[in-house]
């Protein structure tokens, strides 16, 4: 089960890396409810090893493009997120003080947590340039306006539906107006 779930997580992020055209040192939001990849309602059944075989699917292809990966977390911790000290240094993102845990963050955040190098946790986040919601989270407040839906081959990590965005500059200039393709 976690291999296949650890598969479909990487297809999933693959996917939506090439996709979204996000850029090295740009930030990738992601929420994940354990429970709903286990088939449970969300929040009820936190699992820490579907927490790492998800995570095991995405941190490695995040690294390599050299994307920061943001968790969020429940929301226990009000939905703050999880990411490397030096994101938020770049990002100027006051750290607070929080660890997750598995029934107050969540698996996904609480994994993320151990796994960074220098983890910190923030409140908010309002200019990631793409975003994964696997199992219903609602990742849409830390996307970059204009958020556009993705629509990727992978719909399910578990049994949990996946749901992606990235953004795009805001179109402005009206009928006449004419627009840079590569942006899109």
Known sequence: M???ITQAARDAVQELLEVSKIKPGEILVVGCSTSEV???RIGTDS?????EAILAGILPLVKEKGVWLAAQ???HLNRALILEAEAARQYRLEPV???PQPKAGGSFATAVYEALEAPVAIEQLQD???GMDIGNTLIGMHLARVAVPVR???KFIGQAPVVCARVRPK???GARAHYDERLL
């Open 97 to 99: 003080n929080a660890v």
């Open 73 to 75: 977390c429940c929301e």
């Open 171 to 173: 179109y402005i200039g």
């Open 152 to 154: 990727l081959k992978t």
């Open 47 to 51: 699992n820490k090893q579907v927490a």
């Open 128 to 130: 990631a340039r793409a």
């Open 38 to 40: 286990l088939g449970e």
């Open 2 to 4: 976690y291999q296949e």
